[in-house]
């Protein structure tokens, strides 16, 4: 079909919907982009910590699909957000991880070494084969276990086992939505209809029949393709379509407390407890800092198709308490986090939902929430379902999916 001819619809206008519309304008589509929300990239995309991962925190798969969806999607991060924007990676990395075996993980340093030395050996073989580098700047990635004697400066001993350094890292998340957003509202072949909420989706013949509400509109509109990327709308508009989830499911929503003033890297070490229900601090330096602290900050759990409007339900003094006692928890654990001088004012404490397949949640060896290999593209005909997985993926398969609709791979 002549591209002039195709009308196609990109549900949800996070980070996936955002990078695939974009891509799809530059190969010479016209894209309808629908937002439930008033802005595009303000919820999931926004809020996390962004690491982009190399599959260490993944050692629970003991199969490495995980790991290695992780690594490839790794690779394409940064030069396929170069396709749609402009982006110096050394301005939007944070300081490189520490992973710190926390007392009582799932795992301990012994067991996870010969995971990370998989990682690094895959890493390697992948970049050799996509001839791309990690962030567009490493060539080599790497884990060290450090000597005992030299943890006491990164984390309290009493809270911690062992610390692998690592050179893995997060990128900005708010300033790369920015940056989407901006070229988002920048061309002129995207619609983007924010405040508009997906209802369903029915084939009419070969068509696809979008009904969505808008200010308590009711509209329909007709497509030769639909991609439904709204991820914690996901399961509720595929049902429209009869499509099933292909595994028990759970979302979940946690809190990534943004304190938002400059650092130097030496001031708090960025930092990933493993393997458990534990937490994460992110050195952004001068962009601030991101924290996080699961048993306090994951305040809620869903098995439905469409999870509560959990960002709705808290109120500033909640959210307050939230940040506080997370706060303490983890400079409990990370110490540095008591030195930062800041004022209630500089804190966000926003949350985010995360949408993965599985219901047990991450403190029990069995859960499906330590994998995220089953997640990408669906594909029924002219209707495509993405699952995300995780925010490292969301590059490279805004891409793959844009292949998809082209009939390339």
């Known amino acids: 079909m002549n591209k002039i001819n195709r ?19 530059q190969r010479g589509y016209q894209v309808d982009l629908y937002e439930e929300h008033s802005e595009p990239i303000k919820k999931a995309s926004f809020v996390n910590e962004g690491k982009i991962h190399l599959g260490f925190i993944y050692a629970m798969d003991k199969e490495f699909h995980t790991s290695r969806e992780m690594i490839i999607g790794a690779l394409h991060f940064i030069s396929n957000l170069k396709r749609w924007v402009e982006i110096n990676p050394e301005e939007v990395i944070s300081t490189p991880f520490n992973y710190c075996i926390h007392k009582g993980s799932l795992m301990n340093a012994e067991e996870l070494a010969p995971h990370y030395q998989k990682c690094i050996d895959f890493y390697g073989e992948a970049k050799t084969f996509y001839k791309k580098k990690y962030l567009d700047l490493f060539d080599t990635i790497d884990a060290s276990l450090l000597p005992r004697t030299k943890i006491d400066g990164i984390v309290n001993p009493e809270y911690i086992d062992d610390v692998f350094s690592t050179t893995e890292y997060s990128v900005e998340p708010r300033t790369i939505a920015e940056k989407l957003t901006a070229a988002l509202l920048a061309t002129t072949s995207i619609n983007l209809m924010v405040n508009t909420r997906v209802n369903s989706v029915s084939k009419i013949d070969s068509k696809l029949k979008v009904s969505s509400t808008r200010e308590e509109i009711k509209m329909e509109e007709v497509y030769t393709d639909v991609v439904n990327s709204t991820w914690n709308g996901l399961l509720e508009i595929d049902r429209t379509m009869g499509i099933e989830p292909i595994n028990s499911w ?3 929503y946690k809190f990534g407390n943004k304190i938002l003033i400059p650092l130097k890297s030496d001031e708090l070490p960025s930092c990933t407890m493993v393997q458990g229900p534990f937490g994460d601090t992110v050195n ?24 509560p409007e959990w960002d709705q339900m808290y109120s500033d003094s909640e959210r307050d308490d939230i940040f506080l006692r997370s706060f303490k928890e983890l400079s409990n654990r990370i110490p540095a986090l008591d030195n930062l001088k800041f004022s209630p004012e500089d804190v966000s404490p926003v949350g985010g939902v995360i949408f993965a397949l599985g219901n047990t949640d991450v403190d029990k060896h069995e859960s499906k929430l330590h994998t995220r290999h089953e997640v990408g593209i669906r594909t029924f005909t002219n209707y495509h379902s993405v699952n995300t997985g995780k925010y490292t993926l969301i590059p490279y398969l805004a891409v793959k999916v844009a292949d998809r609709l082209e009939g390339i791979d």
């Open 7 to 25: 009308k196609i619809a990109v549900l949800g206008a996070g980070g996936l919907g955002a990078c695939l519309a974009l891509e799809l304008s």
């Open 250 to 252: 759970s979302h979940r």
């Open 284 to 307: 952004f330096k001068g962009k601030g800092a991101f924290m996080s602290w699961y048993p306090i900050g994951r305040t809620g759990w869903s098995e439905q198709d469409r999870p």
